[in-house]
Structures are given as C-alpha cells and as structure tokens.
C-alpha cells in the first residue's frame, strides 16, 4: 500500500485520477489539492465519487510527503513552488505539458519559453508500450498528449514503412477543453459542432515526431462528445500490403493488455471508434491500407481522460511499482453508451 | 416599413429577434444595443446572420427614436434608465420577466420585491392566441415566458373541464439559459443531462395560473437539447372523453396560424416534439385521455427562442401594426434535425 | 466458482449481462444463446467484450446444464421450450417481465392473457432493496423493469406518507428499447427527441403500485440518451417536512451499497441524476418537499441496462450465492460523460 | 407558376424537396410518389409539414406531365420505368448518384456497372457556382453528392496552386445514411460516434476530381448530428500566403448569394461549421495557410440535405426558370441550435 496526493484534484483529469487510485487496492489517496475549493468535499464536484470517499480538498502547501505525487496542470508559472511539490512525492507523474517535448527550442515554437529548460529531457514518457522498461525505475514521468499517445500508438508499427509526411486529423470531446467555464464550452455553443480549433500545426505534433521520428502535420478538431479521441493518420508507403502491415501491428501489440487490433472487414465497429471506450483504458488501433496507390490510413481511438491522460499514469504505476499493469484498470468499457 | 431598435442584441433572445426582424420586410433594424460589445459587428456572436447585415451594436444610450424598441432582458435594476429607453419606442416589447405578473405579492414570491411595482398590469400579454384584440392598439407588451406559453396553449381549451390542481413538468433546452458562460452550462456537464434544476414551483406556474385560472404546481427539468420545450400536463376531469377534447382543442384553434392540434393515434410524432419546431414559431398543442380514471395528459411544445419569445413578440409585433400575422415567421421547421 | 447461461445474449441486456458475468470472479459464462447469431463470435455485436472473450453464440436448444441461467426476453410465446430451457438451471432469472406482475387480471390488462398464468406469483422479486431475504433462497427471480426500480426506490421510503394517487413520469434512454432495427429508433428520429410514447397508464404503474401498494399513474417519455432513467414522483402528503423525509431516506438506505440518498441545496448534481450512473449500478434516489403545500417530488435514477436489469440480476445472484453483494459490481460510475 | 413532381417523396432529401418546393412562390407540387406509402398523406412521415400540405403520396406510374421532376433516388436498377417517368417532365433533376460521373469506367469502378452508360455525361452538374451558366438551358440536371459539394466549393479557388494529391476527410450526420431502418442507424449504435465508413477511396472522389481536376484521395467518417457536412481537404502549394488565398476566395465568390467565406482569426466559428447552417442553402469555405510548409487547409461546411441536396436543387432550378436564385432559400440558419 503506497500514499499518493493529487496536486490540482478539482479539474476533470484530477477527477479521473480519483476515481482510478480510489479505486486501487494497493494505493491510499491522501491529499487531493485545490486552492480554490480547499475544505470542500472532493465528491462535490465529483459526484460519481459519492460513497467511495469522504476526502476533502487541500490546499497545495498542505501537501504531505508521498509515495507518488501527481501534478494535473502546468507548473511553469511558479517553478520554485512546483520544485517544492514535487520534492515531497518519491515518485512524480507530471500530467501537462511540461515536460513532453525534450528539445527547448520546440518547445518554445508551441509553448512558448520554458522557465527551467534544464527539466526538458529529464522525464521519462509515461507511454508504457514504448517506455515500458525505463518506466520500472523513473522518478519522473511525464504522461504524453491525449491526441498524441493515439497517434503515437496508431503509427508506432508501420512507421519504418512510411514514406514523407504524415498528416494527422485527430477529433476530441469537450472534456479535453477542462472543467473551467468558457464561452467557448458553453453546451449551446459546443453541442453539435464539429469545430476545426488548429487547422495546422497541433501542438501534439511535436510529441508524435519526438516519439516516432516521423515529419507530422496535425489539425484538430472539436466534436460533439464529453469523453473520447480519435485520430486519423494519413501516409504513404512505398510498398503496402494489407498482410504486412496486419502483421506489423499484431507483433507490436500482441502482449499488450490495453492496445487492441481493430481492423475488420464488416460491422459498425470494424474501426477504432471511442464510443466503445468510455472509462476504459484501452487504446483502440486499426488501420486501412490501398496496396494500389500506396496511401495508408492509420487510425487510434481513446478515452482522452483515461488512457489519454489518468489511466496512462496509473499503468505506469503500476509498472513503476512492480504490481500486474492491469491493476485497477480493468473497466472495459460500455456498450452502448 | 418601421424602424426597431433591440435593447440586449447580444443573447440568444436579441440573436433571435435580429433574425426574425432582418428578414421582415416591413421592418428596419437602427439599433441593437450591448454595453459589452458595443462597436462589434452583430454577426460576430450571431454567426448565422453572416452576410444578412452588417450592422455593429451600439450603448444602450444611444438607442434613436423607434417605431418599436425590444427589451431581452430584466430593467428592474436600473428603473430610471429602463423607463427612459423605453420611452424612445411607440411601442414597446419586454421579453424579460418584468411585466409577466399583475400581482406585486405574487411576483415578490417568485422574482423578489419590485422597484417599480406600479407598472404590474400595465402591460398587455404577448400571446396572441389569448389576447390578439387587445394587442391591436397595445404600446406596452410583455411576452410570456417559454413553457408558461407551451403550457397555457395546452390547458386553455380544456381549463374549464379542469378539477383540483394541475401539475406540468417542463423540460427545457440549454440555450434557455443564456448565453453567459457559467460551470452549470459547460458542455462537458450539460451534456446528457436529466437536471431537475426547479422540483417544486417553478416561477412560471404564476403566469400559468394568471393566464388560466387553474392551481398550478410546476416541475422542470433541463434536457440535453439546445433549443425546445415540452411540457406536460396533468389534470383531472370531472367528466372526459376523447371526442370532447379534440372538439375543444380544435375549436380554440382552428383559425390559428401558429397552433397545431397535434393528438394521434400512431406514429413517432404523434404528440408534440419540439424536435421538429426548431427555428419555427408553430406552437404544437396534444392530448391523451383516459375516460375511466378521468385522467388528462395536456402537452405543449415549441421553440424556446421563438414561440417561447422572440417569434412571439414578432407575431404580437404583426398583429399590432395590422400586418398579416405571419410575416416573417414562414419557416416551418426541420425534420429530420 | 459457478456455471452460468445466458438465453439471449445478442441484445442489449444480453451484452450488459455478459460484461458484469465475464468480469464476475466467483462465475464461468458458459453460454450465450442467439438463434440469429449462432456460431458468431459475441464480440462481433458487443465489440466493448474485445479481448475479454472468445465465446460464440449457440443455439438456445445447446444450453447446458448451469448453476444459473438468465432469461433476458419473454418466453410465453413458447412456454414448453422456456419451460424445458429453465429446467437446465439450478437458479433461473428472468430479466423479460413474463412474471413481473403477480395478478392474472392486472397482467393481461398490461401484456394481454398469459399462456402459463399459474407461474404468476411464483417467482422472487429481484429488487433486493426490498426482497433481500427471500432472494437468499430463491431458485425462480424475476428482475423488475428499469423505471419500475427507480420508482419503487424512490418511493418506498415514504410511502407510508402519501396522500392520494402518484403521479409517475419516467424518461428512459433509447437502449431501453432494445436493439432490434426500427424506423422509430433510427439516430436520424431519436435524437433529440422528446417522445411521449406512453402518455398515459404505463406498464410499470403495475409493478410499482404492487410493490408499494400505491395508487400510481405513469407517463413515459423517451429522451435523447443511450442509457439511463429517470422518474420523478409526485405525490402529496398529509403532513410534510424536509428533516422526515430526510430521515425515512436514511434510516431505509443506511446500509444499502447501491442506494444513495442525493438531496442536497446547490450543485449541478443536487438531484438524482443518471448521467453519473453510466454503468454503474447504483440508483440515487433523492426528493423536494414544499410543507406547505403538502407536495412531494420523489425521484429516482439509475441506469436501464445496469441497476435496472443486469446490474439488479447480479446483484440477485450475489445474495442468492452468499456472496459479497458489491462483486463484479464495483465500477463507480464517471464523470464527465 | 409551375407544375413539379417528386419521385421519391418519402425518403429525407424527398422530405427536404417538399419543405422547399411548397413554400415556394413560383411552384406548385402536384405530386409525390412513394410506391409503399401510396395513400398516405406526405406530412405523414414529414411532421414538420403538418398545416403547409394535405398532399398524399402516389404511386410512380401515376406521376402526371410537369414542368419539373425530382428523382431522389437511383433509376439503375429498372431504366425503362426511370426515362418512362423522365419524359414526363421538362426538366428532369437527378438527385441520386447516377449521372454525377462522365466517365463509364470511372463509374464502375466506384458504383458498378452502368446499365445505361450513353446517359453519362449528358446531365449539367446541378452546382450554380460551377455551371451557372450552362444551367440557364439544361433539361437534365445531376445534383451532386454533399460532401462533394462541399469540397468542390473549397477547393476550387485554390486548385491552379496545388502541387500533388489533396486529401479530403469527410465528415457526415446520419440524414445521409437515408430513412431506412438499419440495425447500423440505430440511436444506440450511432449516437456519439465517430465512425470512419470509409477509409480510404470514398466515392465521392471521382466527383470532387472531375470537377477540379486534382488528384484527390477521400476518407469519410459519420458523426453525431442528424444533418451537417463538413470537409477538411489538405494540399500542399508550391508557394502561398494568406493574402493570395484569401483574394482568390473572394474573388470566386464574391458575387454568389450561398457561398460565404469564413476565415477570421478569432471567434468560435471563425472556420466553416456545419451547426449554424441547419435549414440553410449556405455552403461555408474557409482555409488556413502555412508559408512557411507551403501547407493549406480548405474547409468547406453545408447542410448536407438542403445545398447538399434538395437546395442545390432548387436554386438550379431558379436558375433554368430565370427567376431570383435566392427565391424560396431565403432561411438563414439558427443559432444556437
């Protein structure tokens, strides 16, 4: 039984951290932060909490020494204090976007300047189907974009085989957008859209060129759902074949508990498609290849709150920790929903 | 042709009425008003309008002279400054909730004390299909709320078979509430919502019982829909039969442009469904009865934003100036939508 | 470690059946019956099971012998072939409502005459709020309908205070309505709707006038979600104030797992609410109260597919085998969803 | 004043045509077919037209002489019955797939074989901002796909500074998939999807080359909403900026009534969106640049039923008749909606 605190527990991936690690049988929760509501109920804006917890939010500075300590929002506009917190956690999850990108200068191209240069590079990425060996013994992990670890996981076995840029269109519910209220979110305004917020040049192509090597061209766009990700992954290759690149993510995933093949000739779920993976900590991958013309659609599909966010951190604690890497992640998600 | 001018062009009502008024060909839109976005153009929050005007929003101070002036929302904390815009209008529209009830104890009850108590009474109904003669030669309106007019276009016709108390549950679309961003709004938690947001005694149970004479007790829920309102209705009779019903919803509405009787016996819109009212200022008005129990079921449906407020107004606008009645209000819904 | 059989495992409350079942530590799926879908894989329609199954569907006649058999649609179209497919379970459920109801007359009101009317009466009500102790023996359980248990939920506590005839408006997902294609449940129709489809006298006032031996009239009305259900009850009382009802919420769920009592005065959540439930198997039950008056309103929530069939089913089970009740029913429910 | 019929009358673009053509100043409809609803009144299954129509549906071979027919649906499968009914119009619009190409092989290739190949090529392509003048004269006018429309219209300013293949990423509500009932429509199965129907080679590409004349690889995904088109086409420039594009766009449509450009730096719907075009024969385009790449996005958005479709339609032929093209599209679209 390890201790984790929560640093910034009332936003939404705050939420599912809580949820997940309440949930655990090998964690006790004992610090969930919030200035802004320090002394209120963790259930209060959390209601499918109700029952499971009688925890109340902190304030930051109250933050105990711990086994592990998550941070669900950026640090950068108070280094010193972010050092201290991070101080008091033997092990440090890092859910922003802090420290993703290990080049300084790309990261000031999408961030802007990054106040303590020096971390970049320091963390290892919370993405266990690659980094699973060097996540046993982090200290500091840094769990990638939700878009990104679709793309990363979608593109990961071909991209030997990719030929040029890839162009990537992923699609996110209002839930990526966070808890705080904005116009922008309002239901009437977010309800029914389909939203291109960056037609060019996401921020998380600078993650998924960094974890795959590959030159990446990202838009995104904003869809009517509260939870889930999805991307498509245009590419060329200079030679494809449906059984080659089946292959090729058979061997990759095969072992894999939380990524799944989907890429079947009929039904209405023959491709990755979230709606299925609400709550869930799968990652969904599947691809369409034109042996013809050479193009390549890879596709990936998550719950962007769990395995695109709190369900990604807590597989890496539970690979961190030595316990079985389903531990506490054994929703398997609904349907319908 | 007149001129108009909108007090409170910025919310999803002064959206409404600048659509509906844009496109009236007896009617000049001079102003619409925004203390927050003065200078602005109007189809910048009202994206639809694109192309239909080029018009900007100006103070409230600068409203000119109108043939009519339209008010969107509530003037009780400014009485001065709400009398004096008025005053630049011949005829004047409130479709806040100011002028809704006649009774200064009633309205204390559900809104709080009333600065100006006198103006209680003042104003004619804008509901056409209760008070069209008066509204002939009215300078002051004041036009019902949304599902107080869905649910007294339902009762009306059977109100006088109508013993003991009547009990409406209403369900309500978000944009009911405004296009201010608050966290109840966000879509993340607005989203599939079932929200019982008024259990007992919703404040518009006072207009319904003003308007019908019925005791009134009121339920309402916010559905996860943008637009639309249902109501429904229980009430018992003393004496009942289907027969009787349709005759009298039939009769009280025969000659009305903008309410549809609709009662069938199959079909998956055989009772009103705001989902084919949206943009349309049909109010659709149902029935079921059941003559061993005595029991009634009264529905109501309409577009919150039109029916249930702007179109109302227009309709009320027409009927004033001598026009036909459904100018500007042609537009008959989408089905599918 | 117990053998189960499901007859019906194609739909959706077959589905639901299998997630809990599958993830059930204490039981083995050892069949999932689907005449159409015989030799098919039963991740094929529920694609959610991926990776958690490689079960196929047989025919219903290839049923083995179980320690328990669940029954998901009504048999009485073929009583000799129901009869002989119970006969191969230790402990039958039945999750159709051939058996909901205990009186002949009251049942052919409803569902027209029953083919095998000596079976009414027979079974154990599998609600076990209310029938904990003759589950724990009961080898025949019939598992109420989805707003039938909300209801009964809601109003057991106070049933004992009530004035007169409830009045029932029950909102139900379209999941509830199973998932055989039909022009009334195509997206295009059902999305967004509010449909009155049974205006008046509902089935379930059946069930629940005789579980809580209230006069009841319900209405339902189908909402724009997948899952869920919500009824709100109305009811009057002799003599009402919050610190009773309060109490009698109390003092009957202390100690219930899967009844929480939400009746609080701010938060998007104060009220019962299904889109937290998603999955889950709780039911929130919560109320309003006006002392004055002497109104009530009453509501409860759940989801249809979980606490209002499968979730209710296992829960039976759990009891009835002498298991912790909470197994294979833990997960929490999420939020945002 | 003209006569038009409609074959195909029942289905949602036959919906959309009557919508259109019986609010209409200058047509009358003098009938619409459905073979299975022969009898039935058309408001029947088109709600929204209850109190506009008391027109029932008859049967194909009873269409009479008019001065214009509709087709909804495709002719291939019996053509003598489709040029019988042809010949009873003056002007025949095909609204299905069966004309849009020129090309036999191409056709087979995407549709099969076409039984009566000396008909392709010998329709004017219903788009007036493409062929407005040939369609002054055209007797035989092929409507084309939505999301070819709405491609088409983005790209075709820009398409002499492409360099190398575009790449469309088509997304669609359900109203495309029709009004027949399958297992794939369902609500529960199509609610919250985001479901790639096609990965690769999408049919509407040969359309969308045709027109252009660029090498286009298409990729379609079906989301929630019951009406709306939005496409994302990406190509590549050997040189751009932002002010040659945009003068391009304003130059091709600065004089059409249905094509806005949207591209504004800031705002919610600064980029085409399909939720305020709902009702409205608007087709929004809009781009983003990148210099730097030589990288562009062209988004086009419209109601895929209205200038997808049955508006496209009409406005052609306001066109052929020499009558205002705006002449019965005069509705803006909602918003919020």
């Known amino acids: 039984m390890i201790s984790v605190g929560i640093v910034g527990g009332a936003g939404y991936i705050g939420g599912e951290l809580l949820r997940l690690l309440l949930g655990h049988p090998e964690v006790r929760v004992v610090a ?15 209601p499918n909490l109700r029952g499971r917890t009688d925890l109340s939010y902190s304030r930051p500075d109250q933050l105990p020494e711990c086994d592990a300590v998550f941070f669900t929002s950026s640090g950068l506009e108070d280094p010193a204090l972010r050092a201290d917190l991070a101080g008091r956690g033997k092990v440090v999850f890092d859910l922003s976007s802090d420290l993703r990108l290990g080049d300084p200068q790309l990261f000031r191209r999408h961030y802007g300047a990054h106040p303590t240069p020096e971390l970049l590079g320091t963390a290892v990425t919370g ?5 699973r060996d060097r996540l046993r013994t982090a200290d500091l992990i840094s769990v990638p974009g939700c878009m990104a670890t679709a793309a990363i996981l979608a593109l990961r076995p071909v991209a030997d085989l990719i030929d040029g840029v890839v162009t990537v269109d992923g699609r996110v519910g209002s839930s990526g957008s966070g808890a705080s209220a904005g116009e922008m ?11 291109v917020f960056a037609p060019l040049n996401h921020r998380h192509q600078a993650e998924i060129s960094q974890a795959t090597g590959l ?32 292959a090729a993510y058979r061997r990759h995933y095969a ?4 990524v799944r093949v989907v890429a079947q000739k009929r039904g209405n779920y023959r491709l990755p498609e979230p709606k299925i993976l609400l709550g869930s900590n799968h990652c969904d991958v599947g691809f369409a290849v ?10 990936g599909a998550l719950d962007n709150l769990v395995k695109g966010g709190a369900g990604n951190a807590v597989q890496s604690l539970n690979i961190r920790m030595g316990w079985d890497e389903r531990t506490g992640l054994e929703f398997t998600g609904l349907h319908p929903a």
């Open 185 to 195: 979110n309002l239901h009437a305004e977010r309800s029914g859209v389909l939203r």
């Open 127 to 131: 993405l266990p189907e690659l980094y």
């Open 290 to 299: 034109d042996p013809d013309s050479g193009q390549m659609l890879l596709i």
């Open 32 to 46: 969930a932060t919030s200035t802004r509501l320090a002394g209120r109920r963790v259930d209060g804006g959390h």
């Open 255 to 258: 072992d894999e508990p939380f």
């Open 215 to 246: 030159a990446v061209r990202m838009t995104a766009t904003g869809v009517d759902a509260v939870r889930g990700v999805q991307v498509l992954c245009r590419a060329d290759a200079r030679q494809v074949d449906e059984a080659t690149i089946r």
